[in-house]
């Protein structure tokens, strides 16, 4: 039997414990370029954590929306560095995340929905399911970590832990 997670809004208060959102609409900004460009500036903090990570930037691409309803059966954490997604086609794209530490504490797990303009920033250990998109054809640019150090750790979830998610 699997538990049904329930959306919250993806805020900067609602998503704290996990890391940042990248949102214009949620930040301030400055005019540089003689008044011609916004700069929303230190929307997300990258970590590298220990000397050997560089910051990298990729875009993850999937041809097809992700089918609903979908069972969350595994989370993945990057324990040395922040892991930032952005959309690029300005589609809504889903976020399960688990509180930080050794194992995810599951009671904790949390859903949230981008609009398609905003984007989040993983901070180093938290839990969370992989790319999980709505529409096909979707790209995100993402901002993270790349070292000599593994920096992915998964976790399984017993049938009986199973997480069940919706999109209408």
């Not at 041809?63 to 922040?82: C, N, T, V, Y």
Request: include cysteine.
């Amino acid at each position: 039997m699997s538990i049904q997670l329930t959306p919250q809004p993806l805020t900067a208060k609602n998503f704290a414990p996990f890391g940042q959102v990248i949102d214009r609409q949620q930040h301030s900004h400055f005019l540089i370029n003689g008044g011609s460009t916004e700069r929303y500036h230190n929307m997300a903090q990258v970590e590298t954590g220990p000397d050997d990570g560089q910051v990298i930037i990729s875009i993850f691409r999937k041809p097809k929306a992700d089918q609903f309803p979908l069972d969350i059966k595994m989370l993945e954490r990057h324990p040395f560095g922040s892991q930032a997604f952005i959309p690029l086609k300005g589609k809504p794209f889903l976020i399960v995340v688990a509180p930080p530490g050794d194992q995810p504490d599951l009671s904790q797990m949390c859903l949230f929905i981008s609009d398609g303009s905003q984007g989040v920033n993983y901070a180093a250990g938290v839990w969370h399911h992989p790319l999980i998109v709505t529409a096909d054809e979707d790209e995100l640019l993402v901002v993270d970590r790349s070292g000599q150090l593994p920096n992915c750790d998964e976790f399984t979830l017993e049938p009986d832990q199973v997480r069940s998610i919706d999109w209408a």
